[in-house]
């Protein structure tokens, strides 16, 4: 086998081992929604939006099956901060293979930012056993890209972000993790406990199978009510992108339509 | 002291692009409020980069310049940064929303306690003197404005190539950070930066973008995407639509859109792509938009500011060459 960075890790194979993880996620729209103003101006209209666990988790989680899959035992709990309507993506994560969940209960979520909600998770985290916490690399809704960093420091411990390929040494120990750097990809040794942010790339999260679903009924959530800190962040409103003009459309597969475009872009749009 | 606070990132004691954003920026909102614009360089060997630094409008450098900074690592870094922060008490602290910004920042302003705005585009004082914050959230499908309450210091990472980079020759007076750092306490090591070999620039930084979608038909043909970037010249790119990469044609890191990235070149050039909901909120923030594909109701050109209905077969080589033989005269 070729020697690479990768054989830095120590392998012990067949080993059976225990290795706990916790996989923080968020409910969020549907990518496919249209998102709309409420009629104060300063949150989104709920109304009709499908809610669904934040894509980047399900890679948050798959990897947390296929760490607990390669040692042979251990539990996977989820964690997260949200309204009772998230026990629902909650079961959705259970149906993939979660042990159980942590919901920590917060009715006026728009009330938040990243610094309070990685404030109660790493509250709620601080005794709870655990090799590694992976979260998504950020949430699709205000894809703020923080709780991750924001919870390892909060707990102490060191973190990868934007994480395209990880293997765990045997004694748990240590990692390394591959992170989606500009132009090209960085190699860290991490030590574990830590947090690890998933990017997509870092594995194909598994279907959920009728099994999985009926199974994820019956495991359960311990549902917490805690001091959830205020945001310092404050909205005063939203707005929409700003409408483009019609464009200008031209119909033709020849050199004068091509020619045509390019003189637009060079003299009107003066972008080539 | 107070003070408006950049840090503009290097890697292998080269600026980054956005560095010099974060600087015209912080110029702009350091005039405004009659407060010193600083910026923080940090490295190994990197001093020579302050002259720079003050050609675009830092007041003083503030210098952290120590082989155990050479590679970039989450904990010294924010260690150092936070260290100048409690003793130097900034107001404003602004990050380039870079991968290496994302990661800093996050750590810096939960040790300090205080919050962060991701992604911004635009930044501006307010009259009560805060940071007013303008970012998109849902990858742009909506803007919010925001200011950080209570928040020393309000800190903010700023998307690349949306702020105009403006020189204004300042005094830079170096500050050296005293402080050390003891590398036996960090828990992370850098074991290898792998760069894609002929790789073009990165989407996130890239002024133009040739994108391509299901319509591509299959791996192979992105070729002429990329000869029609070649022909754009080095600041343009190739990326993909979440279709062309969940079909495997393209790499995740060439995902424009709402799972992939959100990207803001000058020109976005979007060929057999039918602009699906979250493919579109990735790259409406484009300057200009083109669209090629043969569906005249593919909802792409909506968006577009100028579109051509027809087979990119035929019309992306022709582009290519239109484009070559300009570069030739």
């Known amino acids: 086998m070729k020697k690479d960075s990768w054989s830095r890790i120590r392998w012990n194979e067949g080993r059976v081992e225990k290795v706990n993880s916790i996989v923080c996620t968020k409910e969020v729209p549907d990518t496919e929604s249209s998102i709309r103003i409420n009629s104060e101006g300063t949150g989104i209209a709920e109304e009709g939006l499908k809610y669904v666990a934040n894509p980047y988790d399900e890679y948050a989680l798959e990897e947390a099956l296929r760490l607990r899959e390669k040692f042979g035992e251990g539990k996977i709990t989820a964690i997260t901060v949200g309204p009772q309507r998230a026990e629902e993506t909650m079961r959705y994560l259970f149906a993939m293979g979660a042990d159980e969940g942590v919901l920590i209960r917060d009715d006026e979520p728009q009330k938040r930012d990243s610094l309070s909600v990685a404030q109660c998770l790493a509250e709620a985290i601080r005794d709870m056993e655990y090799d590694v916490i992976f979260c998504g690399k950020q949430a699709v809704d205000d894809d703020s890209a923080q709780v991750g960093a924001m919870l390892a420091e909060l707990l102490d411990i060191p973190q990868a972000t934007v994480v395209t390929k990880l293997e765990v040494a045997d004694d748990k120990k240590s990692a390394l993790a591959q992170r989606e750097i500009e132009g090209g990809l960085e190699i860290i040794e991490i030590q574990l406990p830590a947090v690890i942010t998933a990017q997509k790339g870092l594995n194909e999260p598994r279907l959920t199978s009728l099994l999985g679903i009926k199974r994820a009924m019956s495991k359960p959530i311990d549902i917490r009510e805690m001091n959830i800190p205020e945001a310092k962040s404050k909205v005063i409103s939203l707005e929409r992108p700003e409408e483009r003009p019609p464009g200008r459309i031209l119909e033709g597969e020849d050199a004068g339509v091509v020619g045509e475009l390019v003189d637009a872009l060079r003299n009107e749009a003066k972008v080539i | ?329």
Request: hydrophobic content about 45%; aromatic content about 6%.
């Open chain 2, 1 to 329: 002291m107070a003070g408006i606070w950049v840090f503009p990132e290097q890697r292998g004691a080269e600026l980054k692009k956005v560095g010099f954003e974060i600087l015209s920026v912080g110029r702009k909102l350091a005039d405004k409020s009659g407060e010193e614009l600083g910026a923080l360089l940090l490295g190994s060997g990197v001093e020579m980069l302050a002259p720079e630094l003050a050609n675009y409008g830092a007041d003083r450098v503030y210098l952290a310049d120590s082989a155990d900074l050479e590679d970039f690592l989450t904990e010294p870094y924010a260690s150092v940064i936070c260290d100048a922060v409690i003793v130097n008490e900034p107001s404003i602290l602004l990050f380039g929303a870079t991968t290496l910004g994302k990661d800093l920042a996050p750590r810096v302003a939960a040790r300090l306690g205080t919050s962060l705005a991701t992604d911004c585009t635009e930044l501006d004082i307010n009259d009560a003197g805060l940071l007013a914050i303008k970012r998109p959230i849902f990858a742009g499908k909506l803007f919010v404005n925001l200011v950080l309450e209570n928040a020393k210091p309000q800190i903010a990472s700023v998307r690349p190539n949306v702020i105009p980079v403006q020189e204004n020759p300042k005094a830079g007076e170096v500050v050296k950070l005293e402080g050390r750092i003891d590398l036996s306490q960090v828990r992370t090591k850098l074991v290898e930066i792998k760069k894609e070999a002929g790789a073009r620039v990165d989407l996130t930084e890239a002024k133009i973008i040739v994108s391509g979608g299901r319509g591509m038909k299959g791996p192979e043909n992105f070729s002429i995407l990329e000869d029609l970037a070649a022909a754009l010249g080095p600041e343009a790119t190739v990326g993909a639509s979440r279709s062309a990469v969940d079909a495997g044609w393209r790499p995740h890191s060439d995902q424009v859109g709402q799972t992939g990235k959100t990207v803001t070149p000058d020109l976005y050039i979007a060929c057999g792509i039918s602009g699906a909901i979250q493919h579109l909120a990735g790259m409406s923030s484009s300057k200009y938009i083109v669209a090629i594909n043969k569906d005249p109701d593919a909802p792409i050109f909506k968006r577009a500011d100028y579109g051509i209905v027809g087979d990119l077969f035929k019309i992306v080589p022709l582009l290519t060459e239109e484009l070559s033989k300009a570069g030739r005269e």
